[in-house]
T-cell receptor, first 114, second 114 residues
C-alpha cells in the first residue's frame, strides 16, 4: 500500500514565488491534514479537510490555501513565498476523527524559501 | 489554548535499559493522547493511542499511560534497542466544534547506544 504520498520531497523557492505541494492517499480516508514542522518544534496544523469539498483552517493558515476536489487529493498552495515558510510540510490522513482511528503521515516535503 | 510539553528534549541510554518519556498537557479536556515515532527524514508513525477514558495502552515493548487529572502521559520502553533510536512525539487531541486537531509536543530525541 502506498498510504500517503507527498511530492515534491525537496524544493527551493525564491521569495515571492508560488508553488503547490501535492498530497494523495489511497486509503479512502475522509480526513486529511497539512502540518508544518519547524526545527526542534512539534507539528502545527495549517489546514484540514473532513471530506471532498470541505476544508477548514488550522492553527497557522496564513499564506496558504487548500482545496479538496476528490477524496484522494489534498494539495497545499503557497502564494507569495516568504522566508518564514521555510519548513518541513507533512500531509496526513485518517478515516475519521472518531475514537481509535490512527492518523497516517506522508514522508514530508522540505521547503526552503530564499 | 492547549500546550503540550515534552521533557527532556534529548535522552541517551545504553542498550537494554528501560526508560520513560514524559509528556504533559495543560488542558485535561482531551479526546485522546497519541504517541508517535519520527525517524530522521521521515514522517511520523503512530505508536499508541490512548482514549480519554483509558488509563494505558500496550504494544510489544511499549506501554503508554494517561493521567488526565494531572495532565500527564508517559511512554515506557522496555529493554531498549539501538533500533529504538528516533524522536518520539506525543500529541493531545482536542475536539471543539469544527476545530478538531492534534496539538503536538516538540519531541524527545532518543539515542540508544550499543
Amino acid at each position: 500500500n502506498a498510504g500517503v504520498t507527498q511530492t515534491p520531497k525537496f524544493r527551493i523557492l525564491k521569495i515571492g514565488q508560488s508553488m503547490t505541494l501535492q498530497c494523495t492517499q489511497d486509503m479512502n480516508h475522509n480526513y486529511m491534514y497539512w502540518y508544518r514542522q519547524d526545527p526542534g518544534m512539534g507539528l502545527k496544523l495549517i489546514y484540514y479537510s473532513v471530506g471532498a469539498g470541505i476544508t477548514d483552517k488550522g492553527e497557522v493558515p496564513n499564506g496558504y490555501n487548500v482545496s479538496r476536489s476528490t477524496t484522494e487529493d489534498f494539495p497545499l498552495r503557497l502564494e507569495l513565498a516568504a522566508p518564514s515558510q521555510t519548513s518541513v510540510y507533512f500531509c496526513a490522513s485518517s478515516y475519521s476523527w472518531a475514537a481509535g482511528n490512527t492518523i497516517y503521515f506522508g514522508e514530508g516535503s522540505w521547503l526552503t524559501v530564499v | 489554548k492547549q500546550e503540550v510539553t515534552q521533557i527532556p528534549a534529548a535522552l541517551s541510554v545504553p542498550e537494554g535499559e528501560n526508560l520513560v518519556l514524559n509528556c504533559s498537557f495543560t488542558d485535561s479536556a482531551i479526546y485522546n493522547l497519541q504517541w508517535f515515532r519520527q525517524d530522521p527524514g521521515k514522517g511520523l508513525t503512530s505508536l499508541l493511542l490512548i482514549q480519554s477514558s483509558q488509563r494505558e495502552q500496550t504494544s510489544g515493548r511499549l506501554n503508554a499511560s494517561l493521567d488526565k487529572s494531572s495532565g500527564r502521559s508517559t511512554l515506557y520502553i522496555a529493554a531498549s534497542q539501538p533500533g529504538d533510536s528516533a524522536t518520539y512525539l506525543c500529541a493531545a487531541a482536542i475536539s471543539s466544534g469544527s476545530a478538531r486537531q492534534l496539538t503536538f509536543g516538540s519531541g524527545t530525541q532518543l539515542t540508544v547506544l550499543p
